[in-house]
T-cell receptor
Framework: GQNIDQPTEMTATEGAIVQINCTYQTSGFNGLFWYQQHAGEAPTFLSYNVLDGLEEKGRFSSFLSRSKGYSYLLLKELQMKDSASYLCAVMDSNYQLIWGAGTKLIIKP | GAVVSQHPSWVICKSGTSVKIECRSLDFQATTMFWYRQFPKQSLMLMATSNEGSKATYEQGVEKDKFLINHASLTLSTLTVTSAHPEDSSFYIC??????????????FGPGTRLTVT
């Protein structure tokens, strides 16, 4: 079967750095997405990785290792507004998104 | 960027009635739209894929006669929850695939519709 694993919840301090991991087992791979979802709102796109390596975009970076079936989202200089759920999603061989359950990130002052 | 709207943003209905949710792509044409359902503290669950001008493709376990999807134009898809029951109460989100997006097969999400069936 297809499976996406990510921690259920993480806590970090304002101004610090946090890394949210995602491991996956899917039938085929056509890229990995990270989305941010605030409570009661729809997900918004953060990043897309299809090749191995690190993609940096401002305070957010996303890393992919296809051989290990592993990705992480790195958030730097954390702000209170970063409190949200972070969803990892993999596009399989049928170009269908397989979603993880999401990681709820709690930022403390 | 691509904007997807949903209407209504929230709705309360009585058990046994039907509810229609609209999903519109405002500044682009969406040949493919997706309907998701999300229960509290759970991830998105794909219900169906809607292609303009053809029948929707439903995921396993989703009743096509209960969740009617119509994608009559390139900018509008509708989801009708028929004979709603309390267990249908959920957050329903639509998304559209934008082929011209910076990243292939990226999906833009609508703001979601909170359905409560009493």
């Amino acid at each position: 079967g297809q499976n996406i694993d990510q921690p259920t919840e993480m806590t970090a301090t304002e101004g610090a750095i946090v890394q949210i991991n995602c491991t996956y087992q899917t039938s085929g791979f056509n890229g990995l997405f990270w989305y941010q979802q605030h409570a009661g709102e729809a997900p918004t796109f953060l990043s897309y990785n299809v090749l191995d390596g690190l993609e940096e975009k401002g305070r957010f970076s996303s890393f992919l290792s296809r051989s290990k079936g592993y990705s992480y989202l790195l958030l730097k200089e954390l702000q209170m507004k970063d409190s949200a759920s972070y969803l990892c999603a993999v596009m399989d061989s049928n170009y269908q998104l397989i979603w993880g359950a999401g990681t709820k990130l709690i930022i403390k002052p | 960027g691509a904007v997807v709207s949903q209407h209504p943003s929230w709705v309360i209905c009585k058990s046994g009635t039907s509810v229609k949710i609209e999903c519109r792509s405002l500044d682009f044409q969406a040949t493919t739209m997706f309907w998701y359902r999300q229960f509290p503290k759970q991830s998105l669950m794909l219900m169906a894929t809607s292609n303009e001008g053809s029948k929707a493709t439903y995921e396993q376990g989703v009743e096509k006669d209960k969740f009617l999807i119509n994608h009559a134009s390139l900018t509008l898809s509708t989801l009708t929850v028929t004979s709603a029951h309390p267990e249908d109460s959920s957050f329903y989100i639509c998304s559209a695939r934008v082929l011209q997006a910076a990243h292939p097969y990226e999906q833009y999400f609508g703001p979601g519709t909170r359905l409560t069936v009493t």
